[in-house]
């Protein structure tokens, strides 16, 4: 076996499971990006854990996201982690790309997985490292590009971890 890996949390990522949503518009410490519809799922079952969730929903071609900005440590090591599922699956209602990453102030493109649907019904966890270099903020966002027909996101028990 190779060297095990330590993996620490840093709660700089705060409510990374969207549960100190009161109410179903998204808020701090989370923002967004876009003009289509965005919130919480609130206590209605489609967690992945915990009660709650984060969602996006178009069917327009717009550019939707939901991010946070958050404090890092100069040139260390980190790992963004989360848990998306989306609707599609040959269904008529596909999200052909999901965008998971980190943008660092004054770099693009960001540091970004790309993943297609989801497996049927259920969350897939996402795994991007990334090191900041010199910077002491990245924002930490997923998102998505609507194709003009009706498609959904679900994000949840999204976490930063220090190498």
Request: aromatic share 12%.
């Amino acid at each position: 076996m190779g060297d095990p890996t330590l993996d620490l949390r840093i709660d700089g990522l705060l409510d990374g499971g969207f549960e100190w949503q009161w109410g179903r518009a998204i808020g701090a410490p989370w923002f967004t990006e876009g003009p289509d519809a965005k919130g919480v799922d609130v206590r209605n079952g489609l967690a992945r854990s915990g009660v709650n969730n984060a969602w996006i929903r178009t069917g327009s071609q717009n550019w939707n996201a939901i991010l946070q900005t958050i404090p890092v440590d100069p040139n260390r090591d980190y790992v963004l982690r989360g848990f998306v599922r989306t609707s599609g699956h040959g269904n008529g209602a596909d999200v052909n790309t999901v965008f998971f990453g980190v943008r660092l102030p004054g770099q693009w493109p960001p540091v970004e997985q790309h993943i297609g649907p989801s497996p049927a019904g259920r969350y897939q966890e996402v795994v991007q490292p990334f090191n900041p270099g010199d910077r002491t903020s990245v924002t930490v966002f997923c998102g998505f590009w609507g194709v003009g027909s009706d498609g959904w996101i679900q994000i949840d028990q999204l976490s930063v971890l220090a190498r």
